[in-house]
């Protein structure tokens, strides 16, 4: 062997042994990294559209060193069908009461440990014990909304128009000065909660002949729709491509917040209708599949604490169940009927219950007749 080749072997040897040594740290260092870089570290939310805010987001995270990665959906029967047809590995969802009673009736879900919410005695009374979780067994309050109206003040103003009813969205003798600038949202449950406000029934009915006069009233109105829409009614009604849309109260507080922050020429309002409306109190729970459930508890209870409970009334613009975040609130926005109703209000709202197989089906076949005409 020449010089020149022992050299070379002296000189690999070394450089191949710090090489492996790299190589075996690079290996190691996921087990030795923060917890935020493991993907085992991670929280699986599945959650409301625009419900967290990103402020909160960020402050948990640092709170817990760990990640919270969120998808959404855009009606309580969008969920469940998902969750039906085999989605798992959500730690957490945020149903509203009548699908918590229909999770609750599956076996879905996984009973709260109340000794890991230390800051649950921050909740009122009133919205504890709630008729579908006696013992608040399976869910923490999160947030409540209230289904109602939004619309462009200025333009309705100008048009003549009524904003506390129903009728709005429902007579042609008013939606035929608002053509193609009215949504109505892509639920079931809800805008047939609506048809049957405005004929004076309850949203709990059980009637299929109620149920039809509301199906004919929804049928009559839809030629003059815009479109039925979960989300892209927030940004459309802050830029003005629409007037009128039938959707949260959350959502309408959003809208009004982006026109005022766009320097738009109208303002967007938003009120609850004479004739009464659905009350959703949204709600933290845990699903069975989830493999964090040390994480979801966390989280809950970091929402418990009066500070972020407040993030969900003054960035979000929902009702909010949390004592503690009471006085953190904006003057105005806890001021708001449409977002906190007053005790007069609130005799006229409903919330939606969980019905009978027999009777989802009932109702299946109607919405599709709605939507196919």
């Known amino acids: 062997m020449s010089k020149n080749a022992k050299a070379r072997r002296k000189t690999t040897w070394p450089a191949l042994l710090c090489a492996l040594a790299s190589?075996?740290?690079?290996?190691?260092?996921?087990?030795?990294?923060?917890?935020?870089?493991?993907?085992?570290?991670?929280?699986?939310?599945?959650?409301?559209?625009?419900?967290?805010?990103?402020?909160?987001?960020?402050?948990?995270?640092?709170?817990?060193?760990?990640?919270?990665?969120?998808?959404?959906?855009?009606?309580?029967e969008e969920m469940l069908a998902k969750l039906d047809a085999g989605a798992s590995g959500y730690d957490l969802l945020v149903p509203t009461g009548n699908a918590v009673e229909a999770l609750i009736r599956r076996g879905a879900l996984r009973p709260l440990d109340h000794a890991q919410l230390p800051h649950l005695g921050n909740l009122k009374a009133e919205f504890m014990n709630s008729w579908f979780d006696q013992g608040n067994r399976y869910s923490i309050p999160y947030a409540y909304s209230i289904t109602l109206l939004g619309y462009n003040i200025e333009k309705l103003r100008e048009l003549g128009l009524p904003t506390d009813t129903w009728a709005l969205i429902f007579e042609p003798e008013y939606l035929a000065k608002l053509k193609g600038k009215v949504t109505v949202l892509n639920s079931q449950r809800e805008l047939m909660a609506a048809a049957m406000k405005y004929l004076g029934y309850s949203v709990r009915e059980k009637d299929p002949a109620k149920w039809e006069q509301a199906k004919r009233l929804i049928l009559r109105a839809k030629?003059?729709?815009?479109?039925?829409?979960?989300?892209?009614?927030?940004?459309?009604?802050?830029?003005?491509?629409?007037?009128?849309?039938?959707?949260?109260?959350?959502?309408?507080?959003?809208?009004?917040?982006?026109?005022?922050?766009?320097?738009?020429?109208?303002?967007?309002?938003?009120?609850?209708?004479?004739?009464?409306?659905?009350?959703?109190?949204?709600?933290?729970?845990?699903?069975?599949?989830?493999?964090?459930?040390?994480?979801?508890?966390?989280?809950?209870d970091f929402m418990l604490d009066g500070e972020n409970a407040a993030d969900v009334s003054n960035l979000i613009g929902a009702g909010n169940p949390n004592g503690a975040a009471t006085p953190r609130i904006?003057?105005?926005?806890?001021?708001?009927?449409?977002?906190?109703?007053?005790?007069?209000?609130?005799?006229?709202?409903?919330?939606?219950?969980?019905?009978?197989?027999?009777?989802?089906?009932?109702?299946?076949?109607?919405?599709?007749?709605?939507?196919?005409?």
């Open 23 to 76: 190589l075996r740290f690079l290996l190691l260092l996921p087990f030795f990294a923060a917890p935020a870089a493991r993907a085992a570290d991670t929280l699986y939310l599945y959650t409301w559209n625009n419900y967290i805010s990103a402020e909160t987001v960020q402050r948990f995270e640092a709170h817990c060193r760990c990640r919270l990665k969120q998808d959404y959906y855009s009606d309580n």
């Open 223 to 300: 030629p003059y729709w815009a479109t039925f829409s979960n989300s892209t009614y927030i940004k459309d009604l802050a830029i003005g491509n629409i007037w009128v849309a039938h959707g949260y109260s959350n959502d309408m507080f959003r809208a009004q917040q982006d026109a005022l922050a766009a320097g738009r020429p109208f303002t967007v309002g938003f009120s609850t209708p004479k004739e009464g409306a659905v009350l959703a109190l949204d709600n933290f729970v845990l699903h069975k599949s989830g493999k964090r459930p040390d994480l979801a508890h966390r989280f809950i």
């Open 330 to 373: 904006k003057p105005e926005i806890a001021g708001n009927p449409a977002i906190f109703p007053t005790a007069q209000e609130v005799g006229r709202l409903e919330m939606l219950r969980d019905f009978d197989a027999k009777s989802r089906r009932i109702l299946s076949r109607m919405w599709t007749e709605i939507k196919v005409r």
